[in-house]
């Protein structure tokens, strides 16, 4: 296979992606509106073009990493008919199931291959290359996706049919919302009854409560150095983004008829909380519940 690959959306994202694929050696034709992800593109070896539809005229491959479902079926929608038969679409986007599935039906019905595969891992993963990919789709795409998506990530997981890697993330970032929210919880009760962060952490990073996001992503400064909390909440993985998220997570449990009462619970908290704090770092609601709970700027 041709090592071109267009790529569609150089965010916080989809940038460092697009240059550990550079690095490996790919050819990529790369595409985003916002200046200061073109000129990031350039400095990182990429090949510039000035829209999506010039990105997969030439690619062998196109990835694309959007905001929502309706932006990626509106680039489907442009690209599809000028891309070379049998190209293979990798959509890295976090969208809603059934969007996932639409831009497969879509791509194949203009005679392409197409698979979902969502990632986890933050900023921090995807400019080290450690990125975890959800994929769904067919076993042999699945197959010509691979040595791409190993560039960029290190674990590669095919969940199933087209629209299972989105089901994968939807699940996954939903117990993160709500593992983030209860860890924060237990901090700030902490907090009253005496208990000091590391201490806390001392005990928990080892014992039945430890957790992805206590270890890694702690949402207080100190225990872990690296995590956001310790730069005023810069992100990492925005509350916009996991808002948007857990109102995909919701979406899917309520039309799935599954009493997921803690998730719909997470997805209404951080709603709240991205009124005013969007730009913040999901683990930033330790915050919210600090100041609800008459703590700091109570």
Known sequence: MSKKVGFVGL?????????????AGYEVLAFDPVPAAQEQARQDGATLVETATSAAA????????????????????????????????IDCSTIDVADAKEAAKRAAAAGHRAVDAPVSGGVAGAA??????????????????????????????HCGGAGVGQAAKICNNMLLGISMIGLSEAFVLGEKLGLSHEKFFDVVSTASGQSWALTSYCPVPGPVPTSPANNDYQPGFATALMNKDLGLAANALQANGVDGQIGLLAAEIYSRFNQDEAGKDFSAIVTDIRKRSGGENA
Request: glycine fraction near 14%; charged fraction near 20%; hydrophobic fraction near 50%.
């Open 58 to 89: 030439e690619a062998d491959i196109v990835l694309t990493m959007l905001p929502n479902g309706r932006i990626v079926l509106d680039v489907y929608d442009e690209v599809l008919s000028v891309a070379k038969p049998g190209t293979l679409f």
């Open 11 to 23: 965010g916080h994202m989809g940038g460092p992606m697009a240059a550990n694929l550079v690095k």
């Open 128 to 157: 080290a290359g450690t990125l975890t990919f959800m994929v769904g789709g067919e076993a042999e795409d699945f197959a010509d996706a691979l040595p791409l998506l190993e560039v960029m990530g290190g674990k590669v997981v």
